[in-house]
């Protein structure tokens, strides 16, 4: 099974208002990335947090990590219909390897 | 730069015919992997390569082969097409040593009819 799940699977939402989408996973990690999709496209990267830090910032994202609950969560603030889009999360095990494993995505419509 | 090239775009294959995907990449980049992506689900891992040379099964890598061919390109080759490998196909690399941000392809969109 995949190493990250996340929630909601589908969100829509109106211009102005923040996104919430939470990932789980079951295994020690080394880092925790996000990542979007827009549709028929490749994936892009949008953050990464590593194993040993609880909260970061990228402009209007925010990701917080809690290793103890195996569970992060992206923030999307004053989101825009340019937003719209799939957001997957991506853990790199802890062990060395660099191997990627991905959830199933959360949808994101962002109404205007 | 062009960063992560995938060939062809598109393919349509019958049942039981073979095929290659190809994927280079520019970026000086050790890690590359092949991922799949069915309607509405994220990406499962077919296989990965840790650095040239080296190549380990991922999640799902039944049906596939893989070649380091160099330290630039990596394919994907699908010996008897099924109709279960119809799906988007994604080649990515990163930096070894450290996992960092990984780059992606734009995808080969794959019927097996």
């Known amino acids: 099974s995949q190493q990250g799940e996340e929630d909601p699977q589908a969100l829509s939402i109106q211009e102005g208002e923040n996104a919430t989408m939470n990932c789980s996973y079951k295994t020690s990690i080394n880092n925790l990335q996000w990542y979007r999709q827009n549709s028929g496209r490749g994936l892009v990267h949008l953050i990464l947090i590593r194993s040993n830090e609880r909260e970061k910032h990228s402009g209007r994202l925010r990701v917080t990590l809690d290793t103890s609950k195996k569970s992060s969560s992206l923030l999307i603030t004053a989101s825009r219909a340019a937003d719209t889009a799939s957001y997957f999360c991506a853990t790199a095990r802890s062990g060395g390897y660099n191997k990627l494993i991905f959830g199933a995505g959360t949808r994101l419509a962002v109404h205007p | 730069n062009a960063g992560v090239t995938q060939t062809p775009k598109f393919q349509v294959l019958k049942t039981g015919q073979s095929m290659t995907l190809q994927c280079a990449q520019d970026?000086?980049?050790?890690?590359m992997y092949w991922y799949r992506q069915d309607p509405g689900m994220g990406l499962r891992l077919i296989y990965y390569?840790?650095?040239?040379?080296?190549?380990d099964k991922g999640e799902v890598p039944n049906g596939y082969n893989v070649s380091r061919l160099n330290k630039r390109e990596f394919s994907l080759r699908l010996e008897s097409a099924a109709p279960s490998q119809t799906s988007v196909y994604f080649c990515a690399s990163n930096p070894s040593g450290r996992v960092t941000e990984a780059f992606f392809g734009q995808g080969t969109r794959l019927t097996v009819v």
């Open positions: 390569s840790a650095s040239e040379g080296t190549t």
């Open positions: 970026m000086n980049h050790n890690s």
